[in-house]
């Protein structure tokens, strides 16, 4: 796509251009939400005027598909393996070799046009796409690397991502070694909780793996937990113990969590809506076809947040209270 050369031409602008602030939204963790809240967060920062890359690090491709792109479908043979050039799971595997690649800005699809059209004043919304063949290799060929080498995204971004002002990173389960690629990468992390008991327990440990980071590449990468979002919420009329349990459990320290190590959960919930699951078919997220609609105004409010807590201490963060249950509130 030359238009994306041609813009990121001018994007990048040398290396003056400040460095993008890198979020990686990772869980234990499969299904409950991780690609989806990428793609709407990515696509709702763009609406808002702020230039995007979404980085797709997982080699099941779906935020690729979230943004209408699949890399690899075409026929003509050199095409396709032109195409395969541009996924990250071959940048990543020929940057560990230091051998000849595309430039970030090059191997990037520029998705502006396709996913925003009819907003007014919104910023760019790229993606670096993946593909499974090469995302399952460049996670092999980590494996066998000394440990320093998961700084490589990290690295790649902050010197080929100029321009942007945020990079979303989507993340696989935390059983992969390319989750601890993303957590090198990223300034902050977002985790998610669905309102099942398991998902305290994976974001706690997703807690403490973040914080593991700075020590396991010895002081180079510090990303710090932003906090936990609930998703797949149910409306309070129809809670249970388990969703009073689970909202409980992310408030503060967490249940079973070391001090100050809590899940530091955003005030806003995003509820379970098959607008959202549904807009994945549409190569469109769901805040994009929705704004105006609850889900769409659940990811502004989300961003919202993810912004003033960007800006503002950790001390000054504001955080849901906990519930007290009917039975337990005299006692
Ligand atoms: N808030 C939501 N409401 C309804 N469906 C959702 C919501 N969030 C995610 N989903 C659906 O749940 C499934 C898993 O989400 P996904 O983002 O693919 O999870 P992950 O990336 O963590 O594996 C998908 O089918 C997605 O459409
Ligand atoms: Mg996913």
């Known amino acids: 796509m030359t238009s994306t050369f041609e813009n990121a031409t001018d994007v990048v602008g040398g290396t003056e251009s400040p460095a993008p602030t890198v979020i990686a939204i990772a869980t234990q963790k499969g299904g409950v939400g991780k690609t989806t809240t990428t793609v709407n967060l990515g696509a709702r920062l763009a609406m808002a005027g702020y230039n995007v890359l979404i980085v797709d690090l997982e080699p099941q491709a779906q935020a690729g598909t979230a943004l209408g792109v699949t890399l690899g479908g075409q026929e003509d043979e050199q095409a396709a393996e032109a195409e395969l050039r541009r996924s990250l799971g071959y940048i990543l595997q020929m940057a560990l070799q230091s051998f000849p690649r595309a430039h970030l800005q090059e191997a990037m699809f520029d998705r502006t046009d396709e996913v925003l059209e009819g907003f007014d004043g919104h910023g760019r919304l790229c993606l670096l796409a993946s593909e499974e063949a090469s995302m399952s290799a460049a996670q092999n060929a980590f494996v066998t690397k000394p440990y320093k080498q998961t700084a490589t995204l990290r690295h790649l971004l902050l010197a080929e991502a100029r321009g942007f002002d945020f990079v979303?990173?989507?993340?696989?389960?935390?059983?992969?070694?390319?989750?601890?690629?993303?957590?090198?990468?990223?300034d902050y992390v977002v985790t998610i909780c669905i309102p099942e008991y398991q998902s305290i327990k994976g974001a706690l440990v997703l807690s403490a793996a973040t914080h593991a980071v700075e020590t396991n590449t010895g002081g180079e990468c510090k990303p710090q937990l932003l906090g936990a979002l609930l998703n797949r919420s149910n409306p309070e009329s129809k809670w249970t113990n388990q969703d009073v349990d689970i909202r409980n459990g992310m408030v503060g320290d967490g249940i079973g969590a070391e001090p100050g190590r809590g899940l530091f959960p955003f005030f806003t919930d995003v509820r379970k809506d098959t607008r959202i699951s549904e807009s994945y078919i549409y190569g469109k997220p769901a805040v994009v076809r929705?704004?105006?609609?609850?889900?769409?105004?659940?990811?502004?409010?989300?961003?919202?947040?993810i912004l003033d807590r960007i800006d503002l201490p950790r001390e000054k963060w504001t955080i849901a209270d906990p519930i007290l249950l009917e039975e337990s509130a005299d006692a």
């Open 168 to 186: 979303l990173i989507d993340t696989p389960p935390a059983v992969s070694h390319l989750n601890a690629v993303a957590l090198a990468a990223a």
């Open 290 to 305: 929705f704004p105006n609609h609850a889900c769409g105004k659940q990811y502004t409010a989300v961003v919202e947040e």
